[in-house]
């Protein structure tokens, strides 16, 4: 059941999943959202059903990563539990929930000559999913591209893949009873590498986009070799700027969040900059705060003239994404050194300030470039589910199509519909 | 004055010329829209005061063409007069009028969280303009450029780059004059082809999309070897199905228009698609317009079995882009068989239905995935200018970040403001 396939004929194999996929996701095109919503919420339900195989998969995945000496943080990713399947199927049953985002006409236009224009939300195709260990995420992304009306062709890191096959089994039964074809979500069956490749590569036109999601490496690799379009981001290195017109209660508690709440997720603050008029007035408490929660300091001269416990930071630190109880605190004369920090260092991921100041908050967010800007609140809501989209299947930092978190309304494109009674163009 | 440069080191001048265009691009995303106006207005006033320079290179321009045996198709589109240069000015001054795209909040989120998020419009960063002998995209493509905040790296024909080169240095008297960086508006100044392929390579990072504006051996080109985003076109094979609720006045009225207004643009019907039921009545009147009027029509069996007279259509005519005054002519036998016939053949452009049918144009609009789907209207309002966007870049056909006519709004991507008050995020 949970067997991986031996594939003689990589490129056919791959060939034939991005032909299957273009056709599915020409039905998917066409079904309607109920008919999407309730394939999804039929998935949900064929995980739970589904859950002994599941465990039994995922069990042969634990004991081959064992042996393998895959670290316990890898471990405890690709492990699953009753409660985590069961929290994979309620993920599903939200995905299914949100609102329909294909079909939306989210603009209008009336031109001079007389036309009704009105621009409608349509899927983007297919999209290729490539990931690490996490099982969750073959069935979170297989939904989201449901969802949005888009065939997904899933690659599953080899650790998890004999778990990634029995969350597949389960959403192709989702799919087969809202009569929607089995091939709307592929799963790519072997751990060959170079299956990687001709995703890459798009096989051939068929594949529209590219999702990375896992760790620097792969999404380094992806960036670097992908010949169709990526949504992704690389690292984030995000900051948070304490303004000298900063609430000290407020920062205090924005800033340890920002930090201490998750360590290892993009969100999360890896820089401190503070104002340097209340710097001698605000940074002990916070340092304080951190050191007593565990997190290494590492500080830059002038805050070392004021709390000199801390370690030296270095230049590679403010290149350093540390997904770690770790920070790298700067003191700045005003909020244009803060600005030019961020400008030079930030990866456009998510850029904080903390500030009572309306002139400097809205300078703040109209000079930082980054996907996402934060005035008064802490970095770590950089998330779909924190920004209302439901689930999201990453974060983007590229500069087109879609930035900042990608849920299912992100997955999809437009056309314009042109209504008109007899138009002609003049000359 | 229009010079064409010796470059001797190609790759340290492209270099050079992408640093300086990201330096630029920060200045312009930092500037407000009546600063990027002004700027544009100005460079219509150049335009202008310096038309006797610019119709000076464009008759060394026209004389080496001559000489080089350029067709005479070829050198109208280069060729300038005074009235070709005020039309120029004037495409300016439209352009700095429109709307500000910069800074648009074109969605608002209020999530359960408490937090306030907007959606803000802002500009790509730097855009790579590759075009071929037309002088007035340097002034548009440049101009387009500003208006949504982005620096230009422009790359004109060999054969028009004199000209180019003086309608050039009246868009950096515009800039210079609204206190806006040279670098904003960039040309290539040498002929060397090698500099496209440093462009279709991002310049080290530093060009973040690229828009090819010609031929379609150039789109090709540019599709087939860029390592970064491209907005293009390959080609408009655009259709105008004839449903058998059609009001025939009407659909004689549109699909001559469709095909005849102009038969060089890519928004051109190149098949007309007939139901059945009302071929006999429909077919001799449409087919008389369009001979009457030069045009060679191509048709299937059954449309010849009515009209004995027209050529016959091969299997290669369906998918090409005519660009002239021919016809295919395609007689279905209901919808379904006409929006098979365009989901094979259709560019992915313009396709048009005409019926007064509202149910079955619903189903035609749903169904076909084009850029711009068209109800009882002429295809050849596929035009940023009729969609009332003010001038267009060009039209899209890809399925990422903008699809239909690109102009100064579609020039942008977005980013996220993110408003809290103290809000922390909660394990």
């Known amino acids: 059941m949970s067997a991986i396939t031996k594939i003689t004929d990589l490129p056919e194999y791959m060939a034939t999943m991005g032909r299957r996929a273009a056709k599915a996701a020409k039905a998917l095109r066409l079904a309607s959202g109920r008919t999407r919503a ?9 995980i739970r059903d589904n859950s002994k195989a599941i465990l039994k998969a995922n069990a042969e995945d634990m004991a081959a990563g064992k042996t393998k000496g895959l670290s316990p943080a890898m471990l405890d990713r690709l492990e699953l539990s009753p409660e985590r399947i069961e929290a994979i199927a309620r993920s599903l049953e939200a995905i299914a929930a949100l609102p329909d985002p294909v079909g939306m006409e989210d603009a209008h236009y009336a031109p001079p000559n007389g036309l009704k224009i009105a621009r409608i939300r349509v899927p983007i195709g297919v999209i290729g999913i490539i990931y690490e260990s996490r099982p969750n995420v073959t069935a979170d992304a297989g939904a989201l591209c449901v969802k949005s009306g888009n065939a997904a062709i899933l690659r599953a890191g080899s650790e998890s893949l004999r778990s990634a096959l029995a969350i597949h089994k389960a959403l192709v039964k989702g799919l087969k009873s809202a ?173 904080a300030i903390i500030t009572e100041n309306d002139t400097a908050a809205a300078q703040f967010i109209n000079s930082v470039d980054s996907a996402i800007t934060v005035h008064n609140a802490s970095t770590q809501f950089a998330d779909g589910g924190e920004f209302g989209f439901g689930a999201e299947i990453g974060i983007a930092t590229g500069r087109l199509h879609a930035r900042g978190p990608v849920g299912a309304a992100q997955l999809t494109t437009y056309k314009y519909a042109v209504r008109g009674d007899g138009h002609i163009r003049p000359a």
């Open 179 to 351: 009569d929607l074809p089995a091939d709307c979500v592929q799963l790519i069956a072997t751990t060959d590498r170079d299956a990687v490749g001709h995703m890459l590569g798009g096989i051939s036109g068929a594949i529209d986009l590219i999702i990375p999601r896992g760790g620097k490496s792969l999404v380094a690799r992806v960036q670097d070799e992908a010949r169709i379009p990526v949504l992704a981001h690389l690292e984030g290195i995000c900051h948070s700027y304490v303004h000298e017109d900063a609430d000290f209660k407020k920062a205090r508690a924005i800033v340890f969040n920002a930090k201490m709440r998750r360590t290892g997720i993009c969100g999360a603050t890896e820089t401190l900059l503070i104002d340097e008029r209340i710097a001698d007035g605000f940074l002990p408490f916070i340092a304080g705060d951190l050191l007593d929660a565990g997190c290494e300091l590492r500080a830059c001269k002038r805050s070392r003239a004021i709390l000199p416990g801390m370690n030296k930071v270095t230049q590679e630190d403010w290149s350093t994404e540390y997904l770690d109880a770790i920070l790298s605190i700067k003191i700045v004369d005003n909020i244009d050194e803060a600005l030019a920090h961020i400008d030079q260092y930030s990866s456009g991921h998510t850029d």
């Open 38 to 46: 309730a394939a999804i919420s039929a998935m949900a339900s064929a």
